[in-house]
């Protein structure tokens, strides 16, 4: 599935679950999700399935990474404390919306992953 594609299907499960955040939204589209697992996983990046990566971790599915940050309640000008890097999809969802993300992760090759993506 196409990024595009997969993002339009994930809006239209949000929108049947009353999750039509408008700035979280267009956070999660200007984040090509994609871009934070596997090539070999590209094709799931927005399914609601759990994504591995490394370091024997995992990124939530697209659905619920949204709902998680959707339910924070985060806006413009709040800082926001994430334990836990991952890929570092979330972090940098979030850092769209927030004035400032720091986030921890005690595995060294997801931080230099991570940092790596989001400097991209």
Do not use: N, W
């Not at 090509?32 to 024997?56: D, N, Q, V």
């Not at 850092?95 to 993506?117: F, H, M, N, P």
Request: charged residues 25%; neutral net charge.
């Amino acid at each position: 599935m196409m990024e595009r594609e997969g993002f339009a299907s994930l809006v239209l499960r949000l929108r049947s679950e009353g999750i039509s955040d408008i700035t979280l939204l267009t956070a999660v589209e200007q984040t090509p999700r994609s871009k934070f697992m596997a090539h070999h996983l590209a094709e799931h990046a927005y399914s609601s399935r759990t994504i591995p990566i490394e370091c024997g971790s995992f990124m939530e599915g697209a659905d619920l990474a949204v709902r998680l940050i959707h339910r924070l309640r985060v806006h413009a000008g709040q800082r926001v404390l994430e334990i836990g890097t991952g890929s570092g999809f979330m972090t940098a969802v979030l850092g769209r919306i927030v004035e400032r993300v720091v986030s921890v992760e005690r595995y060294k090759t997801l931080v230099t992953d991570a940092q790596t993506r989001l400097d991209q």
